[in-house]
């Protein structure tokens, strides 16, 4: 019943393959709960599997280490900004920013968010050489430490020691950083999809990983974004117009990939023979905004007869429309009559059949990400959009390309969770809120949230003075760091998504018409003037715009206590420093072990006028002065509150004298046994 644990010793990250052995393979596990793999190559032989003695991976100096990254307990606590969390727009978000390095950050989630997360979308660093990556670690193991720990001789240890501690930006060096996170990024998905932003400079390197960790069946595909509107005249080897996004899948996600409903079925045209005027009718064509007459494209051979005046989404009058198609008047005709329409993205030059929802109506998506292909935005709009929200950074991601990776996975999906472990400028957080609005706006729920995780990373005052100036003038801030910049972002984003969908009021344009047969003005060539209805205001009052902050913070001096029972002859922690913040992070740390989500706060219940905390079916005892007085009424509250019913009691040890530890496991025990009820108690130090 009593369960003594050591806290930095409880944050490791669940392997979901090893419980499945355990669950069907228990006798292959020795007493130490060590599988033990000859017995259970014995225990298939009967099915006559061959087991492979080559195998097809990747090796690099400091692999083992990365692996022990993978498993070693988190070497911080986790405490919320209550300042910030506690305001109006942010106290009941579930929406999370996370200050603090990323592996540690995982480690806190990989309970409370194990199998939880829909889609990950990254942009971690790319290794280029001129992108400021080095490998560093404040890990530090003694050459006999690691050698134990991982199994090499003492020699390799102090070589792959040595390489970690170099400060290096070397494949492996990459691959040491990024393998332990993506490891643990795996257990928090659930049956979801990986997206992974690089270049060219570990593209191949990251595919092998992947496949080591993913595994090489559940590889989705190799998107290439189109990074740049022109690329580079002057490069020494090639113009480099794209960069790669990496996708695995986890679980099944057959009705994503290879049914997508993204409503385009590509272009109409092009077919270079021969040209043609064809005719649109009023309200066949899904359109952004209005064309003049004699908009072109010289790319598709395609000019605008005549205006296209834009209301509630489509074109308020017939069109005609003078290009080298590969569709005739009749193909249109029929497709129209189907029920279907027509869209046009960006400019006139992009028209595309389009496919309302439906089971039948899915297609694949292109392994090309453009404006032309999907309306993603390129790294010129990107920047374009943050000068619009006054945040200065460099080389952000638009957040039209993270919008359409996040809806390819959740557009049937408007309740998932999104995370992004290198957030920088906070673009996936911006995405989210967007595409939750534009549900909104159209009828659904949009009630996705996001988890993003940046690290307080110094700005250089000399290689980016506009920044370090932003954060430190405007901002207020002594210290400049990105993360200020991502909260800033997020801050500034949803105010202008909140001020794009107030209402607009009506307005009347003057528009042309050339005399052709149809529902406008056919016999007149003058100018017209139109009322535009007004828009209305998209009901926002649902959208989750606001945002929790949790930070990571270093463990107190001396708090490695790892006795299994309080002994105050052998006490080697002072606990009497510790303030009631620091019990609150001990707690926030804490509740994330029984996977409580670190949105979610604990509720206080009132023991006799002690203060227990209490979710999700466990009651934390946290403060000095518990009494008998107060078991006897945590007992009395157990047997008569209907809706207290907690299945472990976890207490503080540091708090409480090993005879009030005694008193409560035992009268636990019994009351437990007498009601025949499963309730653990639990002592942590």
């Known amino acids: 019943m009593n369960k003594p644990q050591n806290t930095t010793q409880n944050i490791v990250v669940p392997n979901s393959e090893l419980e499945v052995l355990k669950q069907h393979f228990p006798h292959c596990f020795d007493k130490n709960g060590d599988f033990d793999f000859e017995k259970f190559k014995k225990e298939l032989a009967t099915s006559e599997i061959n087991f492979s003695k080559e195998s097809y991976g990747m090796d690099w100096l400091g692999k083992s280490y990365a692996r022990l ?62 992108d400021g990556f080095v490998y560093e670690d404040d890990r530090k193991f003694t050459v006999e430490e690691f050698s134990e720990l991982v199994g090499v001789d003492e020699e390799q240890a102090k070589k792959i020691l040595s390489f970690v501690n170099s400060k290096s930006n070397s494949h492996s060096a990459w691959l040491t950083f990024m393998y332990p996170r993506l490891y643990i990024a795996r257990q928090l998905l659930d049956d979801g999809a990986i997206f992974v932003s690089i270049d060219d400079n ?125 569709w005739g008047q009749e193909k249109i005709n029929q497709y129209i009559e189907d029920g279907n329409l027509f869209q046009i993205k960006k400019d006139i030059g992009t028209l595309y059949a389009y496919l309302p929802q439906g089971e039948n109506n899915f297609i694949a998506p292109s392994d090309l990400i453009s404006k032309e292909e999907c309306g993603v935005d390129n790294n010129t709009d990107a920047s374009a959009e943050l000068d619009k929200l006054g945040v200065p950074f460099t080389n952000p991601k638009p957040a039209s390309l993270v919008k359409y990776l996040i809806n390819m996975i959740t557009h049937e999906e408007s309740s998932a969770i999104i995370l992004d472990f290198f957030a920088g400028s906070g673009t996936t957080g911006d995405a989210v809120m967007q595409l939750n609005a534009e549900d909104r706006g159209n009828g659904k729920e949009g009630n996705r949230k996001y988890i993003l995780v940046q690290l307080p990373e110094a700005i250089d ?14 901002l207020g801030i002594a210290e400049p760091t990105i993360f200020e910049i991502t909260k800033e972002r997020l801050v500034r984003a949803a105010k202008k998504i909140k001020i794009e969908n107030v209402d607009q009021p009506a307005k009347s344009e003057k528009v042309k018409c050339e005399g052709f047969d149809g529902e406008h003005c056919s016999s007149c060539k003058g100018e017209h003037t139109i009322k535009i209805d007004a828009k209305k205001a998209v009901d926002l009052s649902k959208v989750d715009f606001g945002f929790k902050i949790i930070k990571t913070q270093t463990i107190w001096e001396d708090y490695e206590f790892t006795a299994k029972e309080f002994d105050t002859q052998s006490k080697l922690f002072d606990e009497s420093k510790l303030s009631s913040e620091d019990l609150q992070t001990l707690l926030t740390t804490w509740k994330t072990y029984e996977n409580i989500p670190l949105t979610e706060s604990l509720e206080s219940v009132n023991i006799d006028g002690y203060t227990g905390y209490y979710g999700n079916g466990r009651l934390y005892l946290m403060d000095k002065g518990f009494e008998t007085k107060h078991l006897k009424e945590l007992l009395n509250k157990i047997d008569e509150d209907t809706t207290f019913n907690p299945v472990s009691i976890i207490v503080f040890g540091y708090h409480f004298e090993s005879k009030v530890l005694r008193e409560i496991a035992e009268n636990v025990s019994n009351y437990a046994n007498k009601k025949k009820l499963g309730i653990d108690f639990i002592t942590r130090y």
Not at 88 to 94: A, F, P, T
């Open 69 to 130: 990254l993978a498993t070693d307990p988190a070497k911080t606590l986790i405490k919320e900004d209550t300042a910030w969390n506690d305001k109006e727009e942010n106290k009941n978000s579930e929406n999370l920013l996370i200050k603090g390095d990323n592996l540690e950050v995982l480690k806190h989630l990989s309970n409370a968010y194990h199998e939880k997360v829909k889609m990950i979308y990254i942009d971690p660093p790319y290794n280029t050489g001129s």
């Open 461 to 474: 005052p000399e290689k980016n003075k506009t920044a370090f100036d932003f954060v430190k003038n405007d």
């Open 202 to 326: 570990e593209v191949a390197q990251l595919r092998i990983l992947m496949d080591d960790i993913f595994g090489e069946d559940n590889f989705v595909g190799q998107f290439k974004w189109n990074r740049v509107a022109k690329a580079p005249s002057l490069s020494e080897n090639i113009r480099t117009k794209y960069e790669y996004i990496i996708c695995y899948k986890k679980g099944n996600l057959s009705k994503f990939f290879g049914k997508q409903s993204y409503n385009t079925q590509g272009p109409v045209w092009h077919n270079p023979n021969k040209q043609k005027e064809l005719l649109f009718p009023a309200n066949t064509i899904k359109v952004p905004g209005s064309f003049e007459k004699g908009s072109k494209s010289e790319k598709y051979q395609v000019e605008l007869l005549d205006s296209i005046v834009e209301v509630d989404g489509l074109n308020k009058f017939p069109v005609r429309i003078k290009a080298c198609a590969a």
